[in-house]
């Protein structure tokens, strides 16, 4: 099982995961939605106590990847298979992503 520690602004706000079935999996911490004021990071991964799973990779997470040249680029340095997108949402996106969220590969 492959999986990351999905940040918001810094703060450690739930887990994403692949399966040993190929499945993805995410959920958000509970002290994270206990807190002061959280906010879902995707309308379709709504603020709940639950396991989200799906057999894609969800849209949001897809969303923070590279495409074109910096994809090509990317997988060729780090030694990725372009059909990848969960290993490379891993190895790319702990900083500099576009928005507030980043997941760092545990």
Known sequence: MQKGIVYKNKLPIGE?????????E????EDYLQSENPSAISVNLPLKKELFVSKILFPFFFNLLSEGNLKSMQC????IDEDDNFTRLLKTTQENTIGAVTVEEV
């Open 26 to 29: 995410f959920f958000y911490y």
């Open 16 to 24: 994403l995961s692949r399966n040993d079935k190929g499945l993805y």
């Open 76 to 79: 060729r340095e780090l030694k």
